[in-house]
């Protein structure tokens, strides 16, 4: 799914109105009527015992708010509505949608800038469409302190509608006053970046989409280079490797995990145990030799290829037989002889054209011997932040900078970085950026990087793409941990589960 920028959203909104012969208050309509539909189907509102106060700004967002109070209203619900009269110019929007709901005699009054702030009961349901997209700088002290007030307030939930009013839908804040906090955000039509970055989460609560109606040939048109990867974008990658009748393991390719130490070699079971998992046709491993008994027990499809140290990789020697891709880093350790061999290795295959995943301690080795120039084009790093800071050597200020660092350190190198965490993004060596919609924090787990370090490895040994790849990982990995945390809560998930769920999230998106 496309997430389109600011003005793309607003010439995709005319393009609805302008197509379908509509005015621009009746698509504010449908928006309402979109958001209306969402409270009353959610079965954990009680509409008809708790009270709803609704904030209206003097543009089209106010216009939403205007109009979702009426449908309210006509449906037996208590609405107050406040006018917040922050800026002189009213939208025709907002005063076609006035005039509607003083004719219905619903509760409305204005606040102007100085007065004081009105009471408001908290076992109400708070509403608000004060600012949408439209929000274009900061505020005054006093709309500040009032915002201030309603965030201080427990109110049942706080509904923002399409974004939480002054939150900047594609720029960073310096600061985080003068923000709503939403407990669910109902946007419209296509996510918003900032909904996908951690530094918001607490504004943004829980997001949902609502649809308004933007037609195919208008989304086509939008040309973007920030995606969402939904079950569409699943669909069209994974549709082109359904296995055929005829097939046999050569088909799928051979890949191998490098890594492990000693007390470390769990990892690489965990990742070699998931390639197997998504269906990799034949997989090695290269391990230090304290490794060969653990792996050949508890993975006996693995083949066990081992380092000449017992306790730590010295020097890596791939077999003979041809290998279609390469994991390597996971539980590695930083020992002197394993850099140097690393190092040699990344040297030794540089030409040679075989897909490679790098995670943990090979990112760690990268970042302090500067050997990201070594990497093959096109090579898949899999940091998570803190890997990702010693990559760069540096941090950064707020999570746009942060986008703006992975985007030009793939470019820069030519190569892909997925950057985990709650929304996994994986960067491309051509500035795209794919944001995951998969996952939950019950996978904030030890190990649960390694299994989509294996994931992703067995997605390029069968053929995908790197791209394909990283985008299948990150979904599937996620995916997994959904279904298995529905089965057995976030808190008691590990990483073995998410492996264990592999099958079923393929299932999922079987067509
Ligand atoms: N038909 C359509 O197109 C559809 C539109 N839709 C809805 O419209 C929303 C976008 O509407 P919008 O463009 O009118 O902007 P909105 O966020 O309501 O506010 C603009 C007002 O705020 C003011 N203002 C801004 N910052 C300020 C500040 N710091 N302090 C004070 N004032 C400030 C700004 O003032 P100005 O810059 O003009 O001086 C202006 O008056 C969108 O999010 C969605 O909800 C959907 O229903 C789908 C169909
Ligand atoms: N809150 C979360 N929501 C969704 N996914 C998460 C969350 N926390 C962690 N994950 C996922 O779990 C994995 C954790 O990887 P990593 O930090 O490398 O763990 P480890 O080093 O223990 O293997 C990543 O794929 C990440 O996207
Ligand atoms: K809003």
């Given at each position: 799914m496309k997430i ?186 296509v996510p918003k970046l900032?909904f996908l ?12 989409l ?14 973007t280079?920030n995606f969402y990867i939904d079950?569409e974008s ?189 929304h996994?993004v ?7 950026l794919y944001f995951n919609s ?74």
């Open positions: 389109p920028s600011l003005n793309q959203i607003r010439k995709a909104d005319q393009y609805c109105i302008d197509s379908e012969s509509i005015s621009s208050a009746q698509l504010i309509e449908r928006a309402a009527k979109g958001c209306f539909d969402w409270i009353i189907h959610n079965k954990s509102f009680k509409i008809r015992k708790y009270p709803f106060i609704v904030l209206v700004g003097n543009g089209k967002n106010g216009g939403d708010g205007l109009s979702l109070s009426y449908m309210l209203h006509l449906y037996g619900a208590i609405v107050f509505v406040y006018g917040i009269n922050i800026s002189n110019h009213f939208s025709n929007e907002f005063l076609i949608n006035k005039k509607k709901i003083l004719q219905k005699k619903i509760n409305f009054k204005m606040i102007n800038e100085g007065e004081k702030f009105p009471v408001l009961n908290q076992e109400n349901y708070l509403i608000d469409a004060i600012f949408g997209t439209g929000f274009n700088r900061t505020m005054n002290q006093y709309w500040k302190f009032f915002f201030h007030y309603i965030n201080e307030k427990k109110f049942k939930e706080v509904i923002s509608i399409d974004i939480p009013s002054g939150l900047f839908m594609e720029k960073s804040h310096e600061n985080f006053e003068g923000i709503i906090k939403a407990t669910h955000t109902l946007t419209f039509q900032s970055l951690p530094n918001y989460a607490d504004y943004v609560g829980k997001w949902h609502i649809n308004i109606g933007w037609k195919d040939d208008c989304i086509r048109k939008i040309q280079k079950d699943i669909h069209a990658i994974y549709k082109k490797k359904i296995r055929k009748k005829f097939t046999h393991k050569g088909n799928y390719g051979h890949g191998i995990i490098i890594g492990g130490s000693f007390g470390m070699i769990g990892s690489v079971v965990l990742s070699a145990t998931a390639s197997f998992r998504t269906g990799i046709g034949k997989l090695s491993v290269y391990v230090p030799s304290c490794g060969y008994q653990i792996i050949q027990n508890t993975l006996p499809e693995a083949i066990v290829n081992t380092d000449v140290e017992k306790h730590y990789i010295s020097n890596i020697v791939l077999s003979n037989d041809k290998i279609n891709a390469i994991g390597i880093g996971i539980g590695m350790g930083f020992h002197s002889k394993t850099v140097y061999a690393l190092e040699s290795f990344l040297l030794k295959i540089k030409n040679k054209k075989i897909p490679m995943v790098i995670d943990a301690d090979a990112i760690n080795i990268l970042s302090h011997q500067l050997l990201l120039e070594l990497l093959p084009k096109e090579t898949i790093l899999t940091p998570h932040p803190k890997e990702f800071q010693r990559l760069l050597c540096r941090s950064w200020k707020n999570d746009y900078e942060k986008l703006h660092f992975l985007k030009e350190m793939s470019k820069k190198h030519k190569i892909f970085i997925v950057l985990k965490g709650a996994s994986i960067s491309t060596p051509n500035g795209y998969t996952g939950n924090p019950g996978m904030s787990t030890s190990g649960s990087g390694d299994v989509l370090t294996g994931m992703i490895m067995s997605f390029l040994s069968q053929g995908y793409s790197p791209k394909e790849s990283c985008i299948m990982g990150v979904y599937l990995h996620g995916l997994a941990g959904d279904i298995a945390s529905k089965k057995l809560s976030e808190e008691a998930i590990i990483a073995n589960d998410i492996i264990h769920h592999i099958g079923e999230a393929y299932l999922k998106i079987k067509i």
